[in-house]
């Protein structure tokens, strides 16, 4: 592969087993699984196969838990839409400032719509506030939407915690998992949580297939009506080829499931450390001490993430920015600010999002790149001086491990 890919977040490459996988379903294989002809059986079969596949990397009880989606932001919407017509006397939903757009800007639309949204506060490492979450459920809530694993930093969420809360006060719960599933262990059975969503592309499987695990017993209403596809719960008739390599993707994470907490981890911790070593004013967004193994999120301070990128991508290297400028907004990121880091620090942060694909001589490479690309950047700034930098009132924040 040319050059050093560092935003899996972003999406991640196939994994050559799955191509290999679902290569014959496009042509030998082209039946519609619900046909009654062998055709249709035979690809019917790899569904199902695929259907289990997705239930043993979530820990689901069964294999009808698992609905196919188009994609993750299909099965974040149809998860709380589906709650909200299931359950018409309740009008509030919880969620947190620091969700992905496919839950917060439907959260967002719906507000037009005349429900209530509550939008749970993160502190300045990116943690939630329980207080606050249980003095907010009761009756009223139709559903709780809390994200697993945040995409921009990798911070981690207590949602079998806040399952558990939400169950206790008759609320459902569900969560984004999308940045989490295929990089830490899940295992929904031993949990209260009624919904999850994942997505194919976030782990070695192709754009375009998604999951929405639903409980058993769990009230729903689809978002799609039509055919009968997905027991009635998600008409149009599968994505069959994407779905069986979704199955394998969910095979291989498994396996490689120690490899994503150890040797990942290493080259994660070894990336940051190296980059926090070497480059003065920079530091790591985020629960540091409880987040993703393969995400790091350091801010830059006093320059423009988007030019490190710029910069970054003459070397070959791909990372991402934190910064909306491309979307022709001046606002940081919204997870950034929320974490309330100063704009000095949150206009200059990357994300660096590993996988098991990245190599140890990839990550030495960036460490010995980056210092010189920031010196460069920091002589354009205006916030910077000969001595370092200049006096500007939002510079006096700093982060607290704790
Ligand atoms: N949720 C999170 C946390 C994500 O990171 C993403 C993609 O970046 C999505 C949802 C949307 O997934 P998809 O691209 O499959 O719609």
């Given at each position: 592969m040319d050059g050093i890919y560092l935003d899996n977040n972003a999406t991640t490459r196939v994994d050559e087993a799955v191509v290999a996988a679902m290569l014959p379903y496009f042509t030998?294989?082209?039946?519609?699984?619900?046909?009654?002809h062998s055709f249709g059986n035979k690809v019917g079969l790899a569904v199902k196969k695929a259907r289990l596949q997705v239930q043993e990397l979530l820990g689901a009880e069964h294999e009808s838990e698992i609905i196919f989606t188009s994609c993750g932001t299909e099965s974040d919407s149809t998860a709380i839409l589906s709650s909200l017509k299931a359950f018409p006397e309740r009008r509030e939903i919880i969620t947190t400032t620091v969700e992905h757009p496919a839950v917060l800007s439907l959260c967002q639309y719906l507000e037009k719509e005349g429900y209530k949204v509550h939008y749970l506060k993160v502190d300045g490492n990116g943690r939630l506030d329980l207080g606050e979450y249980s003095r907010l459920l009761n009756e009223r809530i139709a559903i709780v939407s809390v994200m697993w694993a945040n995409n921009e930093t990798g911070t981690l969420f207590p949602v079998m915690e806040m399952a558990e809360m939400a169950h206790a006060a008759g609320v459902l719960f569900h969560t984004d998992a999308v940045q989490a599933v295929g990089k830490m262990p899940i295992d929904l059975?031993?949990?209260?949580?009624d919904m999850l969503s994942l997505s194919g592309h976030k782990l070695h499987a192709p754009k375009g297939v998604g999951v929405l695990y639903l409980r058993r017993g769990v009230r729903f209403r689809p978002l799609l009506r039509g055919g009968h596809q997905e027991r009635g719960r998600r008409a149009g008739t599968e994505n069959t080829a994407s779905i069986i390599g979704l199955g394998k993707a969910c095979e291989l994470a498994l396996d490689a499931m120690v490899f994503e907490n150890t040797e990942v981890r290493r080259l994660r911790d070894r990336l940051e450390a190296g980059i926090l070593a070497t480059v003065p004013r920079s530091f790591a967004t985020g629960d540091v001490k409880n987040r993703l193994p393969n995400t790091s999120n350091i801010a830059f301070e006093f320059i423009e993430g988007e030019a490190i990128l710029l910069l970054l991508n003459k070397f070959g290297i791909a990372a991402s920015s934190g910064?909306?400028?491309?979307?022709?907004?001046?606002?940081?990121?919204h997870v950034m600010r929320a974490m309330g880091i100063p704009y000095t620090a949150a206009h200059g942060t990357i994300r660096f999002s590993l996988s098991r694909y990245t190599t140890e001589a990839e990550i030495d490479r960036v460490i010995q790149v980056l210092p010189q690309i920031v010196a460069q950047l920091r002589t354009l700034s205006p916030y910077w001086g000969e001595n370092g930098p200049v006096e500007s009132p939002e510079q006096s924040f700093s982060p607290v491990y704790a």
């Open positions: 030998e294989q082209f039946g519609n699984p619900s046909s009654l059975k031993n949990t209260k949580i910064s909306a400028c491309t979307s022709g907004s001046l606002e940081p990121s």
